[in-house]
């Protein structure tokens, strides 16, 4: 008699269940039919209006427009003036602070930092270059790198005046690689 018992309280709770589940069910598919995504309730917004809503909540908004702009980079003015990846003296740099530009340094070259650049070694071996006694801020270890010592790959270095720089080091026949945020001058 208790199996018989078990067995009919099992179907009637399997079978409530079913019955209360399926209009459960139809009730949440009415819920969803008002916010579907591109209606005015939910509409779908573009890359480029969400790109300049950042912009103006950080306060660097235009007002006008609906793309936002690419800052466009300064290569300076008078003669020798170029992206810095040809041979011989030359001088280039992204004039907008946030621009990144990428630069090779061929063995014996030396890259000078323009006041307020910075600088990033992604590949190969680099020393520190200054005209005088003073060196480079590391500002990923928080020291001071002397003239001739190593720069250490992938971190920060900030030039705060002219005449200090990196270059490629002593007998190293591979090139390097350097991030730049700033003005520099290749010799």
């Not at 099992?10 to 969803?32: K, P, R, T, Y």
């Not at 969400?50 to 306060?59: E, F, R, S, T």
Request: a positive charge; hydrophobic letters at 35%; charged letters at 15%.
């Amino acid at each position: 008699m208790k199996k018989t018992w078990k067995i009919t309280a099992a179907a009637v709770f399997i079978g409530g269940g079913l019955l209360a589940g399926s209009l459960m069910n139809l009730q949440a598919e009415g819920a969803g039919v008002a916010n579907q995504p591109g209606t005015a309730d939910d509409p779908v917004v573009t890359k480029s209006y969400v790109d300049q809503q950042i912009q103006k909540a950080l306060g660097g908004g235009s007002g006008g427009g609906s793309t936002p702009t690419k800052p466009t980079p300064n290569t300076g003015s008078g003669s020798g003036a170029g992206t810095g990846t040809g041979g011989g003296t030359s001088a280039g740099g992204a004039a907008s602070s946030d621009g990144i530009e990428v630069v090779t340094l061929k063995p014996g070259q030396t890259m000078v930092a323009k006041a307020g650049a910075e600088f990033i070694v992604r590949g190969g071996k680099a020393v520190i270059y200054s005209a005088d006694a003073n060196g480079v801020a590391d500002l990923t270890d928080g020291i001071d790198v002397a003239n001739g010592e190593a720069a250490k790959s992938n971190h920060l270095l900030s030039f705060p005046r002219e005449g200090r720089g990196i270059q490629v080091a002593d007998g190293q026949k591979m090139s390097v690689t350097v991030m730049v945020r700033g003005g520099y001058v290749i010799k």
